[in-house]
C-alpha cells in the first residue's frame, strides 16, 4: 500500500473524517430529505438545496471521470438512489411553490427565463430534447451495458476464481493476495449487479420528471386561471416558465448524474483516469490525425462549404499531428540511444570456460520467443514467477531448493521451452507470450472458443489459446484462463515435485540437520553422525519424497531413526518406520473435505501372493511374480481408480505394511500414479470408507 494510502486510512480509521460523525450526518441528511416532501421549504432555502442539488451532480460526474477503477466507486449505486430521492423532494418542494404560490424561487425562475427567452414553443422544446436524450439515449444505454456487464461478469466469476485458484496453487501468489483477489472480484460482481438495479432508478427519475413536468403546466394554468384570476395569457406565461426552469433545474442534474452512470459501466476496463485514456489513445495514431487534417482541407475547398472553420480545423489538425510525429520520433532515438550506451558498458566476458563443464542442478531453457517473458522493462515476470515457485515448494515439500537458472536456447522452438535436471531434459513444453490459454478442468472445450489448438503441457489437457479480447468470454463459459507465464510455472511446480528426491542432496539435508541443530541438538547429535550417516539420512528423506511426502516435521524424523536405527540399518524398514510416525501428515494429505479416507482395498489371497513373492534386491525389494499376474494386477488397479476418478473420487491403495512398499514401487514402474498406504500410516480417529476392492482374478 503507498504512503499516501496508509494515511489516508489511518486518518479514516481515526473517525476524524471532515466532522467525525459522517455516519450521523449521512443519516441526518436522509431524514431532512423525508422532512422536506412533508413541510413546505421557504424559497431561499430551495435556492440552497438546488445549486446544492447541481453542485453534488458536477462532482459525481468528475469523480468518474478521475476514477481509474469502477472498485473505487463501488458506493456509486447508492449514490444513485441517494441523488434520486434528494430530486424527488426537491421536485415535490418546488411543484408545492409553483402550484400555491406561482413562485418557486430565483433559480427556477432564471432558469426559466433563460431558456424560454420571450418564446415558450422553444423553452419547451429544448425541455424535451434534454429529457428525450437523458430518458432514451443515456439511461437506457447506460442500463443496457450494465445489464451485459453485470451478467457477463457473474458468468466469468467461477472461471476467475479457478484462476485465483490456480496462482495460488502455483505458488505465484500466496495466501493473503489469494484472499485479496477474491474479495476484490466478489466486489466486482456485486458492484455490476448493483448498477444493473441502481439504472432502474435512474430511468424512473427520468419518468417521474416528465409527469411532474405535466402536472406543473396543466395545473398551473388551472390554477392560475380558476384560483388566482389571472388570464390564460397571463398563466401560460407564469406557469410555462417555472415548469420548464423546474423541470431544467431537475433534469440537468439528473443528466448529469446519467452520464456519471454510463461512463463508469463503459469504463469497466481502464487503467487510468478518462482524461489520461482518452488522450493517450486518440492521439496514438498521428497519422490519423494527418489524414483527417487532409480531408477537413479538401471539404474546405468544395464549393458552397465554408471555408473558414474547416481550414482553422485542418490547419490545428496538421500542426498536432506535426508535433507528435516529432515527439514519437524523439522518443524512438532515446530509445536507441540508451541502447547504445547499454550495449558500450557491457564488457567481453574472459576466455575463462570453467563455466561450461559445471552442471547445474536445475535449469530452464527457453526459446528465443519467450526471452521476452524474463524482460521487466516489458512487464515481464517469469524470475520472480519461478522465485515464487520455489517458495511454494518449500512451503509443501519442507526442503530447500537451489536456485533455478534460466538461459535461451536457439536450438529449441521460438515458443518451446524445457527444464532440465542435472544437465538432462525432464520435461518441456510450448507457450505463447500475449496469448492465454483457456482449458476445462472439468470437461471439453466449448466449440464456439476459436484460437490456437494445444494440449495444457502439465496435465495434458486440451487447451486453446486465445487473445486477450477473448478471454472474457471463455470465462464466461465456465473455462479456466491462464497466461503464458503461469502455464510455465504450473508445469515447473509439478516438476519439481515430482523430482524433489533427486534436487534433495547431501549438502541441502547437512544445512537442513544444522537448522535443526539450532534448536533441538540433542536430536541431532543423537542420530548422526554415530548412529547413521549423512547419506543414509537423505535415502530415507529421499524415499519420502519420492511418494511426496514433506519433510517439515525433521524433529519426529529424527527421533524415529534415533529408535529403530539401533535395531536395523536397512533403509527401506527405516523409512517405513519414519511413514507411520509421520501418520499425521501422510493422513491429512490424503483425507476428502469431509474428513474421509476413500481407499481400495486387495483381496487378502492376492495380498499373500504379494507378500509371499517379494525378493530383496540392491535397488530395493519388489514383488516378483509370474508376468501374466502381475500384469492382470496392474490393469486391475488401474481400471478401478479411473472408474473412481471419474466418480469425482480419489482413493489410496490400503495394504499390510509387509508390502506397502514393494507394492508401490511395482506400480511406480508401470507409471501408475497411485497413493498406497498402510494400515499403521492411517490415524484412528478417520473414518476409512472403502471405494473398491482388487481380486486375485482382476483381468
Known sequence: MAVTDQKWMNFKSTGKLITGNTDILAAVAFILMVVIIIIPVNKWILDMLLTLNIAFALVVLLVTLFASDTRELNIFPSVLLTATLFRLALNISSTRLILSEADAGSVIQAFGQFVVAGNYVVGMVVFVIIT????????NGAGRVAEVAARFTLDALPGKQMSIDADFNAGLIDEDTARTKRKELQKEADFYGSMDGASKFVRGDAIAGIVIVLINLVGGLGIGVFQLGMNVEEAASVFTIL???????????????????????????????????MTAQLVAFPKVIMLTAVLLFFLGVVPGMPPLPFFLLAAAGGALSFVLFREKRQVVEEARMEAEQEAETLQPEPDDFSSILKVELMEVEIGYNLVELTNESRGGNLLDRITAARKKAVNELGIIIQPIRVRDNLQLGPFDYRFKLKGNEIA????????????????????????????????????????????????????????????????????????????????????????????????VEELTPEVLSLGEVQKVM??????????????????????????????????????????????NQYVNDEGKLDVVTIDPKLEKMISGSIQTTRQGSFPVMEPQITQNLVDGIGRVVDSLAQKGISPVILTSPAIRLPLKRLLDRFHLPVAVLSINEILPQVKVEAAGVIKENEN
Open 132 to 139: 428525450v436524450v437523458q430518458f432514451v439515449v443515456i439511461t
Open 243 to 277: 415548469t420548464v426552469g423546474d423541470g431544467l433545474v431537475a433534469q440537468v442534474p439528473a443528466l448529469l448524474i446519467s452520464t456519471s452512470a454510463g461512463m463508469l459501466v463503459t469504463r469497466s476496463t481502464a487503467e487510468a483516469s478518462f482524461g489520461e485514456e
Open 428 to 523: 518441456r513444453g510450448q507457450v505463447r507470450p500475449g496469448l492465454h490459454m483457456a482449458l476445462n478442468p472439468e470437461g471439453e472445450l466449448p466449440m464456439e472458443l476459436e484460437g490456437i489448438e494445444t494440449k495444457e503441457p502439465t496435465f495434458n489437457l486440451p487447451a486453446v489459446w486465445i487473445s486477450d479480447e477473448a478471454r472474457f468470454k471463455a470465462e464466461a463459459m465456465g473455462c479456466t484462463v491462464v497466461d503464458a507465464s503461469t502455464v510455465m510455472i504450473t508445469h515447473l511446480t509439478e516438476a519439481i515435485k515430482s523430482n524433489a528426491h533427486e534436487l534433495l542432496g547431501r549438502q541441502a539435508v547437512k544445512e537442513m540437520i544444522e537448522s535443526l541443530r539450532e534448536v533441538n541438538p540433542a536430536v
Open 542 to 587: 529421499q524415499n519420502l519424497l519420492r511418494e511426496k511426502v514433506p519433510l517439515h516435521d525433521l524433529v519426529t524424523m529424527m527421533e524415529e531413526l534415533s529408535d529403530q536405527a539401533r535395531v536395523t540399518k536397512d533403509i527401506d524398514s527405516l523409512t517405513e518406520s519414519v511413514r507411520q510416525a509421520l501418520r499425521r501428515t501422510i493422513t
